[in-house]
Each structure stands twice: as structure tokens, then as C-alpha cells.
């Protein structure tokens, strides 16, 4: 009989406890804080890395085609460009020639 009284109030207890609004807070916050870990340092967020030597690209194109991305032409420009907006500028002075 003391064994069942005991259990009796342990769950008496246990259950009022649980309806205490701080330890629901409690647990929701154990609850989200596992979730973020979960989420943000899960195996399918590692970074797909590649060594120095296959990682470097010679133009943008060969980097864009490396990473998956779909390469589109652009239109060609028309043979007669509008005039620019604004004031003319003067040439320079002294250009630097490569």
C-alpha cells in the first residue's frame, strides 16, 4: 500500500508540475534550441568544398557551368547606340596603355 501512495503522489506531482507555465517554457525552449542545432548543423549543411587546383576558373562562364548554374547568350548590342544622357566628357590627358 506504501509503494502505490508513493506513486500515487509522485505523478500527482510530476503532473502538476508540468502544467506550471514556466516548465512548459522550459521545455518548448530545449524543444526549439534542439530543432536549430538540428537544422543549421545537420550532415545535408556541410559545405561542398573542392581542392585549390580543380576550384580555380578561367572565366566566369566555366565557374558558373561548374557550379550547376545555366549559361543563357545575351542579345547582341544594335549597331547604332543612342547618344549618352548628360554632359560630354573630355578625353583623357594622359591614357595609360597596358
Given at each position: 500500500?506504501?509503494?502505490?501512495?508513493?506513486?500515487?503522489?509522485?505523478?500527482?506531482?510530476?503532473?502538476?508540475?508540468?502544467?506550471?507555465?514556466?516548465?512548459?517554457?522550459?521545455?518548448?525552449?530545449?524543444?526549439?534550441?534542439?530543432?536549430?542545432?538540428?537544422?543549421?548543423?545537420?550532415?545535408?549543411?556541410?559545405?561542398?568544398?573542392?581542392?585549390?587546383?580543380?576550384?580555380?576558373?578561367?572565366?566566369?562562364?566555366?565557374?558558373?557551368?561548374a557550379?550547376?548554374?545555366?549559361i543563357?547568350?545575351?542579345?547582341?548590342?544594335?549597331?547604332?547606340?543612342?547618344?549618352?544622357?548628360?554632359?560630354?566628357t573630355?578625353?583623357?590627358?594622359?591614357?595609360?596603355?597596358?
Amino acid at each position: 500500500m506504501d509503494s502505490t501512495m508513493a506513486t500515487d503522489r509522485f505523478a500527482n506531482s510530476m503532473s502538476s508540475a508540468l502544467r506550471h507555465p514556466g516548465v512548459i517554457a522550459l521545455i518548448v525552449a530545449a524543444v526549439t534550441i534542439a530543432a536549430m542545432l538540428i537544422v543549421d548543423h545537420g550532415p545535408w549543411n556541410r559545405a561542398k568544398t573542392q581542392p585549390v587546383h580543380v576550384a580555380m576558373y578561367a572565366t566566369t562562364g566555366e565557374a558558373a557551368r561548374a557550379a550547376g548554374a545555366k549559361i543563357l547568350p545575351t542579345e547582341p548590342k544594335s549597331p547604332i547606340e543612342p547618344a549618352r544622357p548628360g554632359p560630354k566628357t573630355s578625353p583623357t590627358v594622359n591614357p595609360v596603355t597596358p
